[in-house]
């Protein structure tokens, strides 16, 4: 089976700028969550969507925001693009929306800002 | 708040030499507990995982861990290491639940490990 694959695997956009990222789970995972991993730390949680609906946010601005399609694909998408914005983008899917269901990644997004 | 600390930022280890990684939470309630494995220019990948049951827990690629409650960690071990485990470790908490995202996974800072030959 086909793991977690997300679109495109590189960006490079102006300041200002909008983004979308794609994201296609592992087939039967019903919950997809959203991590930013700037250089040199861990993963930091933006969203989690379970049925299409967002189940938890994590400490980001509004300028992100997301959404989960009925064959459960999600997309993130940032606007007003800042440098700081520059970093690699994780989707990860999960069967249910539990904490004890472990979450498989994808090889990410990696997105620069000039 | 949760909270993971993974200690030292880069651990060096010769070939076939103990490998140990350390994960401390700081929850008064136990979470799920995870590692995970990154390699460059890659996403994450599961090792092990504990929800409940046996505290010693065994993953992919040879790799241990073992939880203890009363010391709130979660390290990783494996008795022998190869070239091809040198990649950045990253150690994960969720929540047991009680309101708020469950998918949230709280990761520490991660430790990369250099194998020398």
């Known amino acids: 089976d086909a793991g977690v694959t997300q679109s495109p695997t590189h960006l490079i956009k102006t300041r200002g700028q909008h983004v979308t990222l794609r994201c296609s789970p592992i087939s039967g995972h019903k919950s997809v969550s959203w991590y930013q991993q700037v250089l040199g730390q861990g993963p930091q949680f933006i969203f989690q969507y379970y049925e299409k609906e967002e189940r938890g946010r994590g400490n980001f601005p509004d300028r992100f925001s997301a959404r989960q399609f009925p064959n459960y694909s999600s997309e993130l998408n940032v606007n007003a693009l800042l440098l700081g914005d520059s970093a690699l983008y994780l989707c990860?899917?999960?069967?249910?929306?539990?904490?004890?269901?472990?979450?498989?990644f994808g090889d990410g997004t990696r997105l620069s800002i000039l | 708040a949760q909270s993971v600390t993974q200690l030292g930022s880069h651990v060096s280890v010769s070939e076939g030499a103990l490998v140990l990684l350390r994960c401390n939470y700081s929850?008064?309630?136990?979470?799920?507990l995870f590692w995970y494995v990154q390699y460059p220019n890659q996403g994450l990948q599961l090792l092990l995982k504990?929800?409940?049951?046996?505290?010693l827990v065994k993953g992919i690629n040879g790799f241990e861990a073992e939880f203890k409650k009363s010391e709130t960690s979660f390290h990783l071990t494996k008795p022998s290491a190869h070239m091809s485990d040198a990649a950045e470790y990253f150690c994960?908490?969720?929540?047991?639940?009680?309101?708020?995202?469950?998918?949230?996974?709280?990761f520490g800072k991660g430790t990369k490990l250099s194998v020398k030959p």
């Open positions: 929850s008064s309630v136990p979470p799920y």
């Open positions: 504990y929800t409940t049951g046996a505290t």
């Open positions: 994960a908490v969720s929540d047991r639940g009680y309101g708020g995202s469950q998918g949230n996974l709280i």
């Open positions: 990860a899917s999960s069967q249910g929306e539990l904490g004890n269901q472990p979450q498989h």
